[in-house]
């Protein structure tokens, strides 16, 4: 390695040079520059492949997402989800216990680990829905039930400026992120009127024959009404839309 004799000493990049002190003194390095064919199949490469291999399954479960959840998501995402859910997604890989490393899996990890990921990170679920919900999976008959009790939209409701009318969404789903097939069902109120003195209860229920991966997200979504037609409001900090429970089947 050569060393820098000059009395400015650098530390980082330059160029295609890379300047660094160790304890042996300042140092500097041309970039080096390694062939596909090398990280292929050289042993030191190895666990750059295996977490490649990793780091794949979780972007493909993105496009699988996208697919599953279709308008809602599109609506009630912010511009940073993908790497968000990526982040989230390799959690649950590395939690398979029963696959080698490189060979672990969605299907073999922890969902359980997504449980409380909003899609939205402008407008958190929990910042504008403010009433009590709940959730119970039944893995035997393979039911997701969900009931919210009546409320006063005034009080439990912070909504965005503009909008006039909300919708309450429950969306089902059974995902095997593995052979990339899943089952999706979805529920809605109407639009509502934030100025309703009572909101009422909402008991919804899906069925799935498949034993996959069961999540329950819920969502609101807000709109603006003119001339007496409904127009969606659109934003960042608008629609929310959060996983409120993850099963692993």
Request: positive net charge; without cysteine; proline residues 4%.
């Amino acid at each position: 390695m050569a060393r820098q004799k000059s009395p400015f000493k650098f530390e980082g990049p330059i160029d295609d040079l890379t300047f660094y002190k160790t304890k042996h003194g300042n140092l500097v390095r041309r970039k080096g520059r390694v062939s596909a064919n090398r990280l292929k199949k050289h042993p030191r490469f190895q666990r750059f492949r295996e977490n490649g291999k990793e780091f794949g399954r979780a972007g493909k479960s993105i496009r699988l997402i996208r697919t599953a959840f279709g308008i809602v998501l599109i609506n009630a995402s912010d511009i940073a989800m993908t790497g968000r859910w990526t982040r989230e997604i390799l959690r649950v890989i590395k939690s398979d216990q029963i696959s080698d490393r490189g060979s672990r899996t969605i299907n073999n990890g922890n969902i359980q680990l997504v449980e409380g990921f909003d899609f939205n990170d402008e407008q958190l679920l929990t910042s504008v829905l403010h009433s009590s919900f709940t959730v119970a999976i039944d893995n035997e008959t393979r039911r997701i039930s969900f009931e919210m009790t009546s409320f006063s939209p005034a009080e439990f409701i912070s909504a965005p400026k503009g909008a006039t009318h909300f919708q309450i969404v429950t969306i089902g789903a059974a995902i095997d992120f593995d052979n990339k097939k899943f089952s999706v069902d979805s529920r809605q109120t109407e639009p509502l009127s934030l100025t309703d003195p009572i909101m009422p209860g909402i008991a919804h229920e899906f069925y799935f024959r498949d034993r996959r991966k069961f999540f329950l997200l819920l969502g609101i979504v807000f709109f603006q009404e003119i001339n007496r037609k409904m127009y969606p409001l659109k934003g960042d900090a608008v629609n929310a839309l959060k996983i409120v429970k993850a099963d692993n089947g």
